[in-house]
């Protein structure tokens, strides 16, 4: 956030920073498949429902 902010660039989202500089994303970080898999397994961890909305 602190780039981001200092830098001015308000349309930034979902990215990744390493030593102040923006780092392209592994695949596994942005495969929706792979973000649903651990979230239906981290709701179960934590009793949370599985879908949300």
Not at 13 to 24: A, L, P, T
Not at 36 to 52: A, H, Q, T, V, Y
């Given at each position: 956030m602190y780039n981001v902010r200092?830098m001015g660039q308000n349309d ?15 695949p596994h970080a942005v495969d ?22």
């Open positions: 200092l930034t989202n979902g990215q990744y920073y390493s030593n102040s500089k923006n780092e392209k994303l592994l929706k498949q792979t973000a649903e898999g651990l979230w239906e397994i981290s709701s179960k961890l934590c009793d949370l429902p599985i879908k949300l909305v």
